[in-house]
């Protein structure tokens, strides 16, 4: 994920303030059902909730009011940054540079590359850097919008389809991949279940949320990047903690980071700057898990 990312129409963006609230119980976990307490803080105007056990930080209120995402695909700035870098790409696979892009094919085998799944794949960016770098591609998304502009562009199935619908055809996968989706997910450990189901034995799954103990993550203001956009908060813990409970083995978890070594000079200093102060750009965090048999 990229800062340009979160930021699909800054014309639409609202202030987000740090607002005590009283501190209650008020709702149980999405990953451990353990009993949450409503802390004093809020995102976008609603409450966000802490399990301790899990480390995992969410907003309740917020699931009733999720974003019509149809309209989202649709934002001048998402188009831009989406569309019209799939149609002026020469080569696909440039995109697997893309940061969030990068862990997946740092931590992948080049022996696994065989059939994936990219699971809430908008128009397809990241599935054309995994078809160009040799995986068998199916990308899927609720919405009808996004398969409709990404599918004219694409060499592979990009498709309208729910995972209940995916697991009635009975195709399995040797990966699934699910880019920036968990965090707006209100039944994150039902939908990592779901995903754990279309896996081919041994199978693999990986995943990228939104880095919870990065500033420009909790200190957000872009209406996108806080509820009820995104719901759910993640930490390390909690990524390991959701595969550990929708009985994925092998679990790995990392950070991701959005300011590599710069390749232009002038960005250096700063760049080692933030090195030295121990501040750099860890917008995001991975997790992958294997599906025993």
Not at 40 to 59: I, Q, T
Not at 138 to 165: E, H, K, R, W, Y
Not at 202 to 226: E, I, K, M, R, S
């Amino acid at each position: 994920m990229t800062v340009g990312e979160q930021q699909w129409s800054e014309a639409s963006s609202r202030a987000m303030g740090k607002v005590e609230m009283p501190a209650e119980p008020r709702s149980t976990c999405a990953i451990c059902s353990s009993p949450c307490q409503a802390t004093r803080y809020s995102l976008g105007g609603f409450a966000l909730h802490w399990c301790e056990k899990c480390d995992f930080y969410f907003a309740p209120e917020a699931f009733s009011a999720l974003p019509d995402y149809d309209e989202a695909y649709s934002l001048p700035a998402y188009l831009r940054n989406q569309v019209e870098a799939i149609r002026g790409a020469k080569d696909a696979s440039c995109f697997a540079q893309i940061p969030t892009y990068r862990v997946f094919f740092e931590n992948t085998p080049l022996a696994e590359r065989r059939s994936l799944l990219d699971v809430g794949c908008g128009v397809g960016r990241f599935c054309h850097a995994a078809h160009a770098h040799g995986w068998d591609v199916m990308g899927s998304n609720p919405s009808a919008t996004a398969i409709q502009i990404g599918a004219p562009l694409a060499s592979f199935p990009l498709v309208c389809q729910s995972l209940a619908d995916l697991a009635k055809t009975g195709r399995r996968f040797d990966q699934i991949t699910a880019f920036e989706v968990v965090e707006h997910v209100p039944a994150p450990r039902e939908l990592v279940r779901q995903i754990r189901s279309l896996l081919s034995e041994h199978g693999a799954f990986f995943f990228t949320v939104p880095n919870w103990n990065c500033p420009l993550v909790h200190q957000a203001t872009n209406y996108d990047a806080v509820p009820p956009f995104h719901i759910n908060f993640f930490t390390q813990r909690a990524c390991a903690t959701l595969l550990e409970a929708a009985g994925f083995t092998s679990v790995r978890t990392g950070v991701i980071l959005v300011d590599p070594l710069p390749t232009n000079p002038r960005h250096f200093p700063s760049w080692l700057l933030r090195r030295i102060m121990r501040k750099p750009r860890n917008l995001g965090l991975w997790a992958a898990g294997v599906s025993p048999p």
